[in-house]
């Protein structure tokens, strides 16, 4: 008979034994819950009584107790308090890597290649003539004795100027990126979480920094009434609090921290879903959430152009679609010559990393 035949999809086919795949669901799970192992655990106890995630054989019990085993779990003695380690940590990190990028494999170092030629650290597969100033170690020396003996001969050997190839290198240029990430209230309002998604990208996007362009640098900095910087071990913990929108304060953070930083390409990016809405002048905020308030707008549009005269690019992605919205983020990205994109949240991770991936095509002068 000719058709298709359908049968029930069972995960252990794919070679992950019971703990792996209970472990991929942990660790999403601990995502969601801001690393929160007690609830994640609850939350995981619910979800085997729905689905039969567990058998007779292995249980939730066995899964806690490899977890401790294998360094994914500290338990406090006297209080039986569970908390992540590192480990689970980078686990995270990996699993949100692949989630949102793909499986990336490990590449050389300072891998954001230019299109400018010169003294690089890669070969150009194309030569040019030898030119005064090229140095001993561009010559494709293969060629040029290939060209000594057509032009010369072999009897009377010899090497002149005009047999000399020189082979091109690029180079690589090292970017600093600070990711903002707006953690106000309405992150979490109407119903839907916005702040996972955010974590997801921040947690990729350095993993994939960490493993594909070590020389990079990535800088996080979260933003409410007010801005300060975290560590990427802090993202999985990384939570909304009842805040108002201080972009002003995230981008001059932003701002402070590029200065240091030494590489030539510096970008922002910038994860919000809504107007801006508060300042902070001397000890006191200002705040109007009720429309676009001229007074915030206009310092967000004045820092935007500082950022353009630094050569520091700003890319915003707007988790919002109302219009009004629209026309303030085109303003401001164009103030700055930057890019924005109007993402939904399935979509966000991938808007990202193809952004921060032509990176690799700036040309550094």
Same mark, same amino acid.
């Given at each position: ?18 703990? +792996?795949?209970?472990? =991929? ?36 019990? =066995?899964?806690?107790? =490899? ?7 500290? +338990?406090?003695? !006297? ?19 692949? +989630?949102?990028?793909?499986?990336? /494999? ?41 060209? !000594? ?22 180079f690589k240029t090292q970017t600093s990126t600070v990711l903002m990430i707006d953690i106000s209230h309405s992150m979490i309002l109407y119903g839907e979480d916005r702040i996972t998604p955010a974590k997801k990208v921040a947690m990729a996007l350095s993993e ?24 990427? /071990? ?8 009842? @805040?108002?929108?201080?972009?002003? !304060? ?9 200065? *240091? *930083?030494?590489?030539?390409? /510096? ?10 809405? %508060?300042? /902070?002048?001397?000890?006191? @905020? @200002? ?6 308030? *001229?007074?915030?707008?206009?310092? %967000?549009?004045?820092? !935007?152009?500082? %950022? ?58």
């Amino acid at each position: 008979m000719i058709g298709h035949f359908f049968s029930k999809y069972d995960p252990a086919e794919n070679g992950k034994s019971k703990f +792996e795949q209970l472990l =991929d669901l942990f660790t999403q799970l601990l995502t969601y819950t801001s690393g929160d192992v007690a609830e994640a655990l609850d939350w995981l106890n619910q979800l085997d009584r729905k689905f039969q995630l567990t058998n007779d054989e292995y249980g939730i019990g =066995d899964f806690i107790e =490899d977890l401790k085993q294998q360094g994914y779990l500290d +338990e406090n003695a !006297a209080t039986g308090e569970f908390k992540i380690t590192a480990k689970t940590e980078q686990t995270i990190r990996k699993q949100s890597l692949e +989630e949102i990028f793909g499986k990336l /494999k490990k590449t050389k170092q300072g891998n954001h290649q230019t299109f400018k030629p010169g003294q690089g650290d890669e070969l150009n597969p194309e030569t040019r003539p030898f030119q005064f100033g090229d140095t001993l170690e561009q010559i494709d020396f293969t060629n040029s004795i290939r060209n !000594a003996q057509i032009n010369h001969g072999i009897d009377s050997f010899m090497m002149r100027e005009d047999d000399l190839e020189i082979r091109e290198t690029d180079f690589k240029t090292q970017t600093s990126t600070v990711l903002m990430i707006d953690i106000s209230h309405s992150m979490i309002l109407y119903g839907e979480d916005r702040i996972t998604p955010a974590k997801k990208v921040a947690m990729a996007l350095s993993e994939l920094i960490q493993t594909k362009y070590p020389k990079d640098t990535l800088d996080i900095v979260v933003f409410g009434n007010d801005a300060w910087p975290i560590e990427v /071990k802090d993202l999985p913990y990384l939570q909304v609090g009842p @805040y108002h929108t201080n972009t002003v !304060a995230g981008l001059e953070l932003a701002m402070d921290i590029l200065r *240091r *930083r030494r590489n030539p390409n /510096k970008q922002i990016f910038m994860i919000t879903d809504g107007k801006p809405t %508060c300042l /902070k002048i001397g000890k006191k @905020y @200002y705040k109007n959430s009720f429309g676009l308030d *001229r007074k915030v707008v206009n310092r %967000c549009i004045n820092l !935007a152009a500082q %950022c353009k005269k630094l050569k520091i690019p700003i890319t915003t992605f707007m988790i919002a679609t109302d219009p009004y919205l629209q026309k303030f983020v085109q303003e401001f990205t164009e103030m700055n010559n930057g890019k924005a994109f109007f993402a939904s949240l399935d979509k966000l991770g991938a808007f990202i990393f193809k952004d921060f991936e032509s990176g690799k095509r700036k040309t550094v002068f």
